[in-house]
T-cell receptor
């Protein structure tokens, strides 16, 4: 059974800092891994999608890496801004299945 | 980009009544949609996979007679919470993936529905 873990559960940093969020999964047989952002009381916004054959994806100040063999992914946020404050979720799509398995999320607070 | 619309965004109902939540893919067709449930400060848990024109596939522990799913068209899936109880109060989110050659395309989510049962 695939399990996804995110560390830390919460993170608070000053504005302008670079930061890394971690995601690990137990079964390396995945189609892809997706990072989402969730604002309080809202749905999910897809940030980055990494296919199992890829090592990283970049979008603006965000960079996501994937090491499938070790079951790890990181989300790097450069030059953080208060508007980046949200909960960040990673999810993997297991091979042979349509559904995503989610981690518990990291609640990020960027202090002005 | 792909947009998934969910309605209503919030609903308050009395215990024993039924509530219907709609999920629409606005600019693409979705043979398959997914219904998730999220408790406060917890992650998303898949409830069921909704298949257009056929029965939904429910995850273990989810009561199919309580959470009725209808996927009548390629752009609409509905979740009906029947005989709602306070413990059904939660945040319900639907999602869909663009079909076709992009088998590994990203999953797009609606904005969720906050259900409160009094």
């Amino acid at each position: 059974k695939q399990e996804v873990t995110q560390i830390p559960a919460a993170l608070s940093v000053p504005e302008g800092e670079n930061l890394v969020l971690n995601c690990s999964f137990t079964d390396s047989a995945i189609y892809n891994l997706q990072w989402f952002r969730q604002d309080p009381g809202k749905g999910l916004t897809s940030l980055l999608l990494i296919q199992s054959s890829q090592r990283e994806q970049t979008s603006g100040r965000l960079n996501a890496s994937l090491d499938k063999s070790s079951g790890r992914s990181t989300l790097y946020i450069a030059a953080s801004q208060p508007g980046d404050s949200a909960t960040y979720l990673c999810a993997v799509r297991v091979q042979g299945a349509q559904k995503l398995v989610f981690g518990q999320g990291t609640r990020l607070t960027i202090n002005p | 980009g792909a947009v998934v619309s969910q309605h209503p965004s919030w609903v308050i109902c009395k215990s024993g009544t039924s509530v219907k939540i709609e999920c629409r893919s606005l600019d693409f067709q979705a043979t398959t949609m997914f219904w998730y449930r999220q408790f406060p400060k917890q992650s998303l848990m898949l409830m069921a996979t909704s298949n257009e024109g056929s029965k939904a596939t429910y995850e273990q522990g989810v009561e199919k007679d309580k959470f009725l799913i209808n996927h009548a068209s390629l752009t609409l899936s509905t979740l009906t919470v029947t005989s709602a109880h306070p413990e059904d109060s939660s945040f319900y989110i639907c999602s869909a993936r663009i079909e076709g050659p992009k088998r590994n395309s990203p999953l797009h989510f609606g904005n969720g529905t906050r259900l409160t049962v009094t």
